[in-house]
């Protein structure tokens, strides 16, 4: 992911950075609480007046820088999905036909869609939401050693570390869970695909097997991400309960700093504000760790199709001979081409009387595993290639394969 993240990182710098203004500004509104009550009120309402002004301006700040951050957070997500999406599908075509055969279209349609998806969602969004929260668990953990008291802020430190383990409870059967909901997602795709694609041959009698067909795919599928969901809401559950201990321990700790007398009222209320906005990051940053987990299998399969190396292909021979066509008959869906006899003469375009791209594309593709030739015979100079009237598919080699394009190539 690193060539893709390259690409956006100046957007994802600008992001952080608005995002880390933002945390400045939530962190200190809870401060300005802390000095409204200890504030002396005995001194006149002036002091009052510029805590509102400020007050208004951390408003301003906190809300402005939010909207830029999420401003280029879409940009990034746009890119990204550009990005990826268009190496994939250029990758899908450096495939030869036997290895893109391997996968149904309908597979390739939910990786280009489906896996992309969760790539952004669950990858991209995560790893920024870890760095953008960790930079507000920073920044409050200085407000409260500096401004606050450094004994609370030193008991939610501690309590917080005991969370960083938490993850890796769940990390590994999230990840398992999620890998299957995608493959079974991917057999859906491409099941529906192939049911619809069939719809000429419905009727009253086997709309009832298409519909049962349908709805068993729908089904595993379904029940794939209800076992997700069920075990990652367990997770969440999980997380919360552990994350109340940092509240409980910060709560306990002010009730006895206040009956000692060692921290005002106004340092008492302001960290009970600060313990939800600790927390809050720190819930994030691990259901993000979760979310990285589980989507690392299907990075690694996206990653696999954009990265497609086609294998050296050997040379041609600078001058190869024509190949010649002897009363052959093509026949693909419901178009026919009857028998003819012509010369592929190499260097020249040709142009396929079929009505359709995919037409010309089957017809003039003389792999037999790509077309249906009813009779005839090819031959590369004066020996025959191909004799045959419902041929076996062993026939053209890959020279012959190269002298016919689909549509306007050239041979």
């Known amino acids: 992911m690193k060539k893709y993240i390259q690409k956006i990182w100046k957007l994802l710098a600008l992001q952080v950075l608005f995002f880390l203004l933002y945390s400045i500004a939530s962190a200190s509104i809870p401060y300005l609480t ?3 009550f200890d504030y002396d009120f005995s001194a006149g309402p002036g002091g009052l007046v510029w805590l509102g002004a400020l007050y208004l301006v951390l408003i301003a700040v906190l809300y402005g820088a939010q909207y830029l951050s999420q401003l280029f957070s879409w940009k990034a997500d746009r890119r990204f999905l550009f990005s990826l999406r268009a190496d994939l599908f250029n990758g899908l075509f450096r495939r030869s036909y ?8 309908g597979d390739y349609l939910s990786i280009l869609t489906n896996d992309i998806s969760a790539l952004q969602q669950n990858w991209l969004e995560p790893a920024m939401d870890i760095i953008n929260f960790s930079l507000m668990v920073a920044v409050y953990a200085v407000v409260l050693f500096v401004f606050v008291d450094f004994r609370i ?24 869970r999620r890998q299957r909901e995608q493959a079974l997602l991917e057999r859906y795709t491409s099941k529906a695909k192939d049911l619809l694609e069939g719809f000429s041959f419905a009727s009253r009698r086997t709309r009832p ?4 067909e349908h709805e068993t795919a729908l089904d595993r599928q379904q029940a794939a991400t209800y076992k997700r969901g069920l075990f990652y809401s367990f997770s969440l559950v999980l997380n919360g309960a552990c994350l109340s201990l940092i509240n409980l321990s910060a709560f306990l700790a002010v ?3 206040l009956w000692q007398g060692e921290i005002t009222l106004g340092t008492g ?11 809050m990051p720190i819930q994030y940053i691990l259901e993000s ?13 996206v990653l696999a199709y954009t990265t497609y190396t086609p294998p050296a292909q050997p040379a041609l021979p600078a001058a190869p001979a024509p190949l010649q066509l002897r009363d052959a008959a093509v026949e693909v869906a419901r178009f026919r081409l009857e028998p003819f006899t012509y010369t592929f003469a190499c260097g020249k375009n040709m142009r396929s009387p079929a009505p359709t791209a995919r037409a010309r594309a089957r017809c003039s593709a003389p792999s037999p595993s790509r077309r249906r030739w009813r009779a005839g015979r090819s031959l590369r100079g004066r020996r025959p290639r191909r004799t045959a009237t419902r041929p ?12 016919l394009r689909p549509a306007t190539g050239k041979t």
């Open 153 to 176: 802020a030193t008991v939610i430190l501690i309590a917080s570390l005991l969370t960083v383990f938490l993850p890796k409870v769940t990390a590994k059967e999230l990840s398992r």
């Open 209 to 212: 097997a298409f519909a049962r």
């Open 98 to 105: 036997a290895d893109f055969t391997q996968k149904s279209v």
């Open 255 to 257: 009730g006895v700093l």
């Open 269 to 279: 209320v302001a960290t009970l504000g600060y313990i939800e906005s600790f927390t």
């Open 289 to 301: 760790v979760n979310s990285l987990a589980s989507v690392a299998g299907v990075r690694e399969k």
């Open 392 to 403: 076996t598919p062993s026939a053209m080699s890959s020279r012959a394969a190269t002298s």
């Open 34 to 36: 802390k000095i409204l």
